[in-house]
């Protein structure tokens, strides 16, 4: 160094890379090669984390939807409608959703005296007139 350069110069000038010899260049080139390498296989794997991370929301947006009775079709046709990816959000985003879209609901109320369903059914009135007659035959009083 000479005496003319200021402090910061030598400074500088000390923190410049020195120049490599030909053992440490090809060292210095096989780690970059590793490196890129390594971020290369990190890039792949970041992309199917991607992708299960995606199928992962969308089987959770499936059984929110699921829950609320919406049947297969429904599902796949208004999936994409379906917005989060927490699961608190996704069941906010599919009760919007029903709000608007009502769900197809292919089940009866299994109450057994729901309406017409529970009364009996005769088959001939005139059996039904002849069963009548038998249970109360002993009860009348005959007249003639």
Known sequence: MSENQTETEQLYNGMKPKE???DQTDALLEIEREIESYQSKIA???ERLAGFKAES???SKRKAMRELHYNDEQIERY???VEGETDE???QSVFNLML???PAINYVDPNPMS???YRPKHKDPTELG???FERIKDKLRWRW
Do not use: F, Q, Y
């Open 79 to 81: 999936l994409e409608h």
């Open 130 to 132: 002849k069963k009548v």
């Open 89 to 91: 959000e996704i069941k």
């Open 20 to 22: 490599a010899t030909e």
């Open 57 to 59: 929301i969308a089987e």
């Open 44 to 46: 792949k794997l970041d």
């Open 100 to 102: 608007e879209i009502p």
């Open 115 to 117: 309406g017409r369903s």
